[in-house]
């Protein structure tokens, strides 16, 4: 079974903001794929789709961005799943340029809350991801926590929704050939 974990924070206050990028784009992926809405159990929300003869799960932690890894203690004591192939993480990026992504095997959390907790979570940084690039502030002393938590303006939205379509292709390549020939396609540009 392969997972794709997409970070966020649960509520009204926060759907709108850049750190949601990751819900974004697993909201776009179950229209793309044409699944199930999204189904709350217990301290996550999923739903299920079944791609080259394997079942793909989808899931929003429901437990705010810094304690995300916690969706993934079930999983840990599976035999069957290996976050390092079975594992994609969608995530918000302040340093990629909003509508511009990256495919990664693995690397640091850059400090960005919700990889820390799966980082804990798993005791490793060999996982995929796809940082979604949400830009970050021009002002320096503008507070990251803040500019993250806070609503894009409508054309760097723009930019990141009209690149979910490419993004979405990199999450199938991954679901099909790994994450290696992902990241060799798609961080070309």
């Not at 789709?49 to 995300?68: C, D, F, I």
């Not at 809350?113 to 490793?124: H, K």
């Not at 390549?173 to 290696?180: A, K």
Request: proline share 5%.
């Amino acid at each position: 079974m392969k997972l794709i974990l997409a970070l966020g924070n649960p509520g009204e206050r926060y759907r709108d903001t850049r750190h949601n990028a990751g819900w974004w784009l697993a909201d776009h992926l179950v229209v793309r794929w044409a699944l199930p809405p999204f189904r709350r159990e217990g301290a996550e929300s999923w739903t299920a789709h079944t791609a080259q003869g394997r079942e793909v799960r989808l899931v929003k932690p429901l437990t705010y961005m810094n304690r995300s890894g916690r969706a993934l203690r079930p999983w840990r004591e599976r035999d069957d799943f290996r976050p390092e192939a079975d594992l994609l993480v969608l995530v918000d990026d302040v340093a990629l340029e909003p509508g511009r992504f990256r495919v990664r095997g693995s690397g640091s959390a850059g400090g960005h809350n919700g990889l820390l907790s799966v980082e804990g979570a798993l005791r490793s940084r060999d996982y995929g991801r796809i940082r979604i690039g949400v830009g970050g502030p021009d002002d320096r002393d503008v507070d990251l926590a803040d500019w993250v938590l806070s609503a894009p303006r409508r054309d760097q939205e723009e930019r990141v929704l009209s690149a979910f379509d490419r993004m979405s292709e990199a999450v199938e390549c991954w679901l099909e050939e790994g994450v290696e020939v992902a990241m060799n396609r798609f961080n070309r540009s």
